[in-house]
């Protein structure tokens, strides 16, 4: 089991950048692909961006490629999301997880408590 600790959130303009972290604990990670989600008020959780074990292949949700770049320091243990050009329905609490297969699917059942992003208009 691998325990993870987002942060980053905060309140942010349109247009503006954040840059999240997620801090895991336990030798899972280096081995692992990993990946963000996040939730929406009254919505499912969905795939943001993730990354492989190695930081050499990335995957991105088409609303968010060319604004947000995922990446890893595997020696930290710590994954980052780097946010430019924030639109208000980013809006969302931000999650990471370890990931497997094809579609990327939670590793984990347990998740973080997630970090708060909010972007005003």
């Known amino acids: 089991q691998v325990q993870l600790v987002e942060s980053g959130g905060g309140l942010v303009q349109a247009g503006g950048s954040l840059r999240l972290s997620c801090a895991a604990s336990?030798?899972?990670?280096?081995?692992?692909?990993m990946a963000w989600f996040r939730q929406a008020p009254g919505k499912e959780r969905d795939l943001v961006a993730a990354?492989?074990?190695?930081?050499?292949?990335?995957y991105y949700t088409d609303s968010v490629k060319g604004r947000f770049t995922i990446s890893r320091d595997n020696a930290k243990n710590t994954m980052y999301l780097q946010m430019n050009s924030l639109k208000p329905e980013d809006t969302a609490v931000y999650y990471c997880?370890?990931?497997?297969?094809?579609?990327?699917?939670?590793?984990?059942?347990?998740w973080g408590q997630g970090t708060q992003v909010t972007v005003s208009s």
């Open positions: 990354i492989s074990w190695s930081g050499a292949n990335t």
């Open positions: 997880n370890a990931v497997y297969g094809s579609s990327y699917y939670p590793l984990f059942d347990s």
């Open positions: 336990g030798r899972t990670f280096r081995n692992s692909a």
